[in-house]
């Protein structure tokens, strides 16, 4: 059975860090690319980050280049989503989720066919 889950999220002080993990189960990660969105309450879902199955590209969405890092570890079956500079803007709950497809990833979520639960991050002081 196909299985994602996400991890590491938690309430941080504005200006912090936080390292959000993505353990995938039940399929061969490396053929595919992973997501990450997030949404807070009241506003729609949006792309995060992507990174392609190889790992030989990467997005983020505007409000996060510079702040955010996106990894992969093939071996582990784990992808990671490193956040810095943390601000409340950033407070949501974030999703990973897998699109089997060589290639660029997208931000858009229409095509990745496989979810985790989420795992809530919240900026606060």
């Known amino acids: 059975q196909l299985q994602l889950v996400e991890s590491g999220g938690g309430l941080v002080q504005p200006g912090g860090s936080l390292r959000l993990s993505c353990a995938a189960s039940g399929f061969t990660l490396h053929n595919y690319a992973i997501g990450w969105f997030r949404q807070a309450p009241g506003k729609e879902r949006e792309g995060v980050s992507c990174?392609?199955?190889?790992?030989?590209?990467?997005y983020y969405k505007d409000s996060v280049k510079g702040r955010f890092t996106i990894s992969r570890d093939n071996a582990k079956k784990t992808v990671y989503l490193q956040m810095n500079s943390l601000k409340a803007e950033d407070t949501a709950v974030y999703y990973c989720a897998a699109d089997r497809k060589w290639g660029a990833c997208t931000l858009a979520a229409a095509p990745y066919d496989y979810w985790g639960q989420g795992t809530q991050v919240t900026v606060s002081s």
């Open positions: 990174i392609s199955s190889s790992a030989g590209s990467t």
